[in-house]
């Protein structure tokens, strides 16, 4: 078992800046991937960023050059830093963890982007 506990979202004007932090615990073995997806009202959950426990990334197109994953595997923590952020951004960001035979997920926080 993997337990995610995020932190960090709330409420933002458009073209300012917030930062995710998720903690992972439990039964933590590489390889691995954590990420972060997000879910609009009405909308599926989608990719936001993910980086393997090697330090590949991946991102979503429409985040590229504004949001920035990063992880530290020694404390097992992932960061999200969004930059110049849309009203189209807003949505529940889930932290995300993978050792490509189970998926476990945070609880989820609310990030909303004013006009």
């Known amino acids: 078992q993997v337990q995610l506990v995020e932190s960090g979202g709330g409420l933002v004007q458009a073209g300012g800046s917030l930062r995710l932090s998720c903690a992972a615990s439990g039964s933590i073995f590489s390889p691995n991937a954590m990420g972060w997806y997000r879910q609009a009202p009405g909308k599926q959950r989608e990719l936001v960023a993910e980086?393997?426990?090697?330090?590949?990334?991946e991102y979503a197109d429409s985040v590229k050059g504004r949001f920035s994953i990063s992880r530290d595997n020694a404390k097992n923590t992932l960061a999200l830093q969004m930059d110049n952020l849309k009203p189209e951004d807003t949505a529940v960001y889930y932290c995300h963890w993978t050792n490509y035979r189970s998926d476990y997920w945070g609880q989820g926080t609310q990030v909303t982007v004013s006009s």
């Open positions: 980086i393997s426990s090697f330090g590949t990334k």
